[in-house]
């Protein structure tokens, strides 16, 4: 390692460590270019990063990893082109339109959810954001969960508006899921029916309610470095309870179809690099962990990660939470309740 590579590295660590600070702009930067030093050699810091990023990890959140299981209540159709996703409607995937599960569906999974040992159910909707009927579904499932069962209830439905997120956190809703997905600088790059400040305004709303503020994204679309560091320094901006963390699977019939997967060493960089920029959230290994790092999932989770979502993804398929579990308790690494997500 280099001596300019050490010095900052050992200034990350004081800042983080020893005066339990959070780090500058310029440190999260001259973190994300040290990815241009991935090369396996003597002179590489992902390990020091990893080592690091795994001792803040415990100091400001604790040893246990979280687990979390989803299943989308509103499938396909969306109307939005965010060219990573196989549920918009203006690309050719394979994913079909479903109609929004019953109360009773709603119901029964939450049940099983509670059974399985969850404390917490989140409505995942696949839309631009709610209209009458979707926010007269998001009411009745949420007073139909805590009425019928001792969990939590949090929401993932795409862009609110100020009154629709009071609306939510009225119902008694805990937390909102909302990914900013990208750096500001990149984000045109994937999207273009809705904008950044869009999603950033959503997340600003949640945070007046009083609701926990959930918000990652993806990384491996073809952003630099120091985009990633953008991103995590956005949603650092918002206090969020947990930040997913992405990892692009291309998707058939996405305009992104064709992207290579991000190499295994990028990626876990990009773990690191998240959790030294935000070190006070649950950082979630997220959609497309399996096929880009493979069998160096563990290092993630011994890099910063501290919370996994389990089995399959809303489209895409996963590994079992057997699997994850088993890796885990050959890390000897302690295990939070399961939450259920809907």
């Not at 990023?53 to 415990?58: D, F, L, N, Q, S």
């Not at 604790?62 to 409607?89: M, N, R, Y």
């Not at 009927?133 to 993932?156: G, K, N, P």
């Not at 994850?324 to 259920?340: F, H, T």
Request: net charge negative; hydrophobic share 45%; proline share 5%.
């Amino acid at each position: 390692m280099t001596p300019a590579t050490q010095a900052l590295l050992d200034q990350v660590e004081i800042v983080l460590l020893d005066r339990r600070q959070l780090i500058s702009d310029a440190q999260a930067y001259a973190l994300a270019d040290l990815a241009g030093d991935l090369d396996g050699s003597a002179d590489d810091p992902l390990g020091r990063m990893l080592d690091l990023a795994h001792r803040v990890r415990v100091a400001w959140c604790g040893e246990a990893v979280s687990l979390e299981s989803i299943l989308s209540t509103k499938t396909g159709g969306c109307p939005e082109d965010c060219a990573f996703c196989s549920q918009s409607a203006a690309f050719p995937t394979f994913v079909k339109p479903q109609p929004y599960l019953s109360r009773d569906d709603v119901v029964r999974a939450a049940r099983d959810a509670q059974n399985a040992g969850a404390t917490e159910f989140c409505l995942v909707l696949a839309i631009k954001g709610p209209d009458e009927r979707a926010m007269a579904h998001i009411l009745e499932a949420a007073d139909a969960i805590q009425t019928e069962t001792e969990l939590e209830v949090a929401v993932s439905a795409g862009l609110l508006t100020r009154a629709q997120a009071r609306t939510i956190a009225a119902a008694g809703v805990v937390r909102y899921n909302h990914n900013l997905e990208a750096a500001a600088s990149f984000f045109p790059s994937i999207c273009t029916t809705h904008s950044w400040s869009e999603r950033w305004d959503t997340c600003t709303y949640v945070r007046e309610t009083g609701m926990e503020v959930c918000s990652g994204g993806i990384i491996g679309m073809g952003e630099t470095p120091r985009q990633r560091a953008e991103l995590a320094l956005s949603l650092r901006e918002l206090e969020p309870t947990e930040v997913p963390l992405n990892f692009l699977n291309p998707r058939p019939g996405t305009p992104l179809a064709g992207t290579t997967l991000l190499d295994p060493r990028a990626a876990l960089h990009g773990v690191a690099l998240f959790r030294l920029i935000i070190p006070f959230a649950t950082l979630r290994y997220a959609g497309g962990r399996e096929v880009v790092l493979g069998d160096l999932q563990a290092a993630g989770v011994l890099g910063g990660a501290n919370g996994l979502i389990v089995g399959n993804y809303l489209t895409t398929l996963g590994r079992s939470t057997a699997q994850d579990q088993a890796m885990l308790a050959e890390l000897q690494v302690p295990v939070k309740a399961l939450n259920g997500l809907l």
